[in-house]
């Protein structure tokens, strides 16, 4: 197989999928639909580049990398301008929550890769004593696919490429069909940073594309979406025994107690709810607040929201966008409307902006919700901030806990140990404590889901390790002996490992020395 860059147009023979602007229904443009064969020669190709780049220094990828970083930076307001005509969110948005972080993260793993994946010594307590030792290295895995979801078009296939290409591997990307234009231009600013020809594949398509890539022959998949498509992706890898991590949907709650900072947990809880227009797995999906502040913080929220401007105008600086699609536009008015059916009340919002064009939902505040609500059980995945009060602290932990996701949390108090002692109670990856939302922008920290939320990570040292094989590399220096467990099992053997079990496996090296007498007797029993 040669090593080349798939001509997609070619390879898709014609097909294609057009891409809107969600804002306007203005078309975009139009990417090439590629199918089983043309995903198949990506994967094929990346393969065959990735030999070469594996053998390739941690200084020669990082310096590339940084180099796809300084075209990045140079181009930072089109590509701004692109992930707000695609996606919908306002420009700044893109910069704040998709720029920023991953041009801090190009930084981070351009330069810390080296550290992060250093061979490890293993301490293998008495068989050192044995003469012998023992390391991790970490090897690429080969070809890494990766399927991304549309709202963060941006920061999550770029963050995984690159950490992908940091690790030695190949990539083959899938963006979604909602914003293929952002994950070409991923594609491109690699190529014209002197990326090494195939080595990074953009397949642009559907669905199906992404199916075609689970099956194409790749080394591990590194999926983020919905938990649907998650658990279809992870029965087709099972199939082929190959590893998956997946990002998958989350319900987050947040807590507020009542001694919190009520007015700087007003603006935390308005911010993770409605940005990126409540379009992000660890949006604030569900808050609760003890019920001494609950009217105090309510109306702040409330005063809050509605003083934030929605609008398309990049020009007008807007706090909120349109949605990404009008599919899911649709399942936030169906939370909305069961919520409103069973006696919530929305005191903000609760329907689609009027007189905007595109897929635009008003920032919705409820109250008088509970756990019977759609809007309390499944991702709403919209700007929605439905809120329930508590009495105790037990009782906010038992409702945090009260789903079947578990991506991120958080508990607002001013007393930190508290706070601390009740992040260790929820069941979630992340548990903040006086923040919200913005922890996949750390690129030192792990982000990964528990229960429906996923199964793996990306992100920081546990991240980059999915990315390779980790191999055990042991070493006996001392070969003038024999093992004594090797055969023959003589009655002095089988004696012996009596001794072993009850003092060697103690750990303690005294006590294995009681064991010397014997081991020399099988010493000698051998020679003769
Ligand atoms: P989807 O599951 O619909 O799609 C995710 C990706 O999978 C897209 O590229 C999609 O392609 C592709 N895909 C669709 N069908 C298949 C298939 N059968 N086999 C392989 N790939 C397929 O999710 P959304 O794009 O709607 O993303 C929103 C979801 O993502 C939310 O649930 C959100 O919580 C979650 N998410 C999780 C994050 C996390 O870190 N945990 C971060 C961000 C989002 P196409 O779009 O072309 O159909």
Known sequence: MS?????????????EIVSYDPATGEALGRVPLLRVEAVVRAVQAARAAQKDWAARSFRERGRIVLAARGIVLKELEEIAALIHRESGKPAAEAISMELVPTLDLMQFFARKSVRLLKPERVGIGQYSLMGRSSKIIYKPLGVIGIISPWNFPWAIPMGEVVMALMAGNAVVLKPSELTPLIGLKIGEVFRRAGLPEGLLQVVTGDGSTGAALVEAGVDKIMFTGSVATGKRVAEMAARRLMPVVLELGGKDPMIVMDDADVERAAHAAVWGAFANSGQACASVERCYVQSRVAQKFINRIVELTRGLK????????????????????????????????????ALTGGRRKEGAGGWFYEPTVLVDVDHSMKVMRDETFGPVLPVMTFETEDEAIRLANDSVFGLTASVWTKNISRGRHMAEQIQAGTVMVNEVLYTHGIAQAPWGGVKESGLGHTHGRLGLLELVQPVHVHVNRMTILRDFWWFNYTPRAAQLFRGFARRFATGNPLQTSLLLPSMIRRYFERRS
Do not use: F, Y
């Open 3 to 15: 090593v080349e860059t798939l001509d997609i147009k070619e390879a898709a023979r014609g097909e």
């Open 310 to 345: 929605q609008s398309a105008i990049l020009e007008e600086e807007p706090d909120i966008g349109s949605m990404s699609s009008e599919r899911q536009l649709e399942v936030v008015e169906q939370h909305v409307q069961d919520a409103l059916s069973h006696n919530a009340r």
